[in-house]
């Protein structure tokens, strides 16, 4: 079965410091991957999305970039954080050969910015 | 537009009441997907149910019922005999052609089901 990881579990960072969130699945290959972040009461808002190894799409600019090493393992990063920063980011996956099907998430890392 | 709609921010229910989650959504392709999510407090998003534009079934597992109208465009969520671990954020979601590879989801329903 497949399973999906995320670390950390939580984050207190300064603003201006860097940002490195890994999320890793296993049990599936070329899956599509996804990073969410979920503002305190709000809904999710999608940030990048990835079809492949080194194929990043951006959906909302910003100073956090995402980067796919490997088939299975998607980053997010930040060069230096702004207190807006602060959330829930969640890491999800789909498999690509059911286009539209559901996306299966990760337990999320809670980052505060301070 | 390409959109999800759960007009009910929070919903507050006494254990074993029956509560229903609305969502209404709106999508311009022919073939699409709708699905729920649960949100616990622990915060991991566990996907609940499927559905696609062609089957206007409706779906029971358990406490748990869908009905998807297409005629109203919506896809509404009821629990039954409602019980303190439904306690969650919920949250209903679109998957379309023309959306790629995006899932438009909903703003979420907070229910909280006291004892």
């Known amino acids: 079965s497949q399973t999906i990881h995320q670390w950390p579990a939580t984050l207190v960072q300064p603003v201006g410091s860097p940002l490195s969130l890994e999320c890793t699945v296993e049990?599936?290959?070329?899956?599509?991957l996804y990073w969410y972040r979920q503002a305190a009461g709000r809904g999710l808002q999608l940030l990048f999305y990835?079809?492949?190894?080194?194929?990043i799409s951006s959906e909302v600019p910003q100073n956090l970039s995402a980067s796919r090493p490997q088939d299975r393992q998607f980053i997010l990063s930040s060069k230096k954080l702004l207190l807006s920063d602060s959330g829930f980011y969640l890491c999800?996956?789909?498999?690509?050969?059911?286009?539209?099907?559901?996306?299966?998430f990760g337990p999320g890392t809670r980052l505060t910015v301070t | 537009a390409q959109k999800v709609t759960q007009a009910q921010t929070e919903i507050s229910v006494v254990e074993k009441e029956d509560v229903t989650l609305d969502c209404v959504y709106e999508?311009?392709?022919?073939?699409?997907?709708l699905f729920w999510y649960k949100q616990p407090p622990s915060g991991e998003l566990v996907f609940l149910i499927r559905?696609?534009?062609?089957?206007?079934q409706n779906e029971i597992s358990g406490r748990y019922s869908w009905n998807f109208q297409k005629s109203t465009s919506s896809f509404n969520f009821t629990i039954t005999a409602s019980q303190v671990v439904d306690s969650a954020v919920y949250f209903c979601?679109?998957?379309?052609?023309?959306?790629?590879?995006?899932?438009?989801f909903g703003a979420g329903t907070r229910l909280t089901v006291k004892p």
């Open positions: 049990g599936t290959s070329n899956p599509n």
């Open positions: 559905r696609n534009s062609f089957d206007e």
């Open positions: 999508t311009r392709d022919t073939t699409y997907y």
């Open positions: 979601a679109l998957s379309a052609q023309s959306l790629n590879n995006d899932m438009r």
């Open positions: 990835s079809v492949g190894i080194g194929q």
């Open positions: 999800a996956w789909r498999d690509d050969r059911v286009r539209h099907y559901e996306q299966y």
